[in-house]
Nanobody, 119 residues
Framework: QVQLVESGGGLVQPGGSLRLSCAASGFSFSRYNMRWYRQAPGKERELVARITNLGGTTNYADSVKGRFTISRDNAKATVYLQMNSLKPGDTAVYYC????????????WGQGTQVTVSS
C-alpha cells in the first residue's frame, strides 16, 4: 500500500522555522522525484520545491528561494522541507508528492500538513 505521511507542521511566529517531513512507504522511493506543494485558502496549489530521485538537483519557487531547503534520505525513504524566515504568506497546507522518474502515471500524494505563520 502506497503511503506518504507528512508531519512537522504547526503554528510559528513570523521569522521562525519549521521542518516538514514526508515518510514514504509501499513503493521504490529512490525511483521517484519528490516535490513539496502548498495550497493557501482560496488559492491554487503551488509547487514550492522539488528534488530529483538521487538528490542531485533541486529547484525552488522564487517566493521561497533562499529560505527553504528540500532534501531527502533514500535510506529512510523520507523527504524534508526546512523552512526558515517564515512569513505570513507561507501559511498553507503543505503536500508531499512522489512522481516516478519516467512513469508519470505513478503519481502519489500525501494528506497534507498545515503550516500557519502568525504572531
Amino acid at each position: 500500500q502506497v503511503q506518504l505521511v507528512e508531519s512537522g507542521g504547526g503554528l510559528v511566529q513570523p521569522g521562525g522555522s519549521l521542518r516538514l517531513s514526508c515518510a514514504a512507504s509501499g513503493f521504490s522511493f529512490s525511483r521517484y522525484n519528490m516535490r513539496w506543494y502548498r495550497q493557501a485558502p482560496g488559492k491554487e496549489r503551488e509547487l514550492v520545491a522539488r528534488i530529483t530521485n538521487l538528490g542531485g538537483t533541486t529547484n525552488y519557487a522564487d517566493s521561497v528561494k533562499g529560505r527553504f531547503t528540500i532534501s531527502r534520505d533514500n535510506a529512510k525513504a523520507t523527504v524534508y522541507l526546512q523552512m526558515n524566515s517564515l512569513k505570513p504568506g507561507d501559511t498553507a497546507v503543505y503536500y508531499c508528492n512522489a512522481l516516478h522518474v519516467y512513469r508519470y502515471d505513478y503519481d502519489y500524494w500525501g494528506q497534507g500538513t498545515q503550516v500557519t505563520v502568525s504572531s
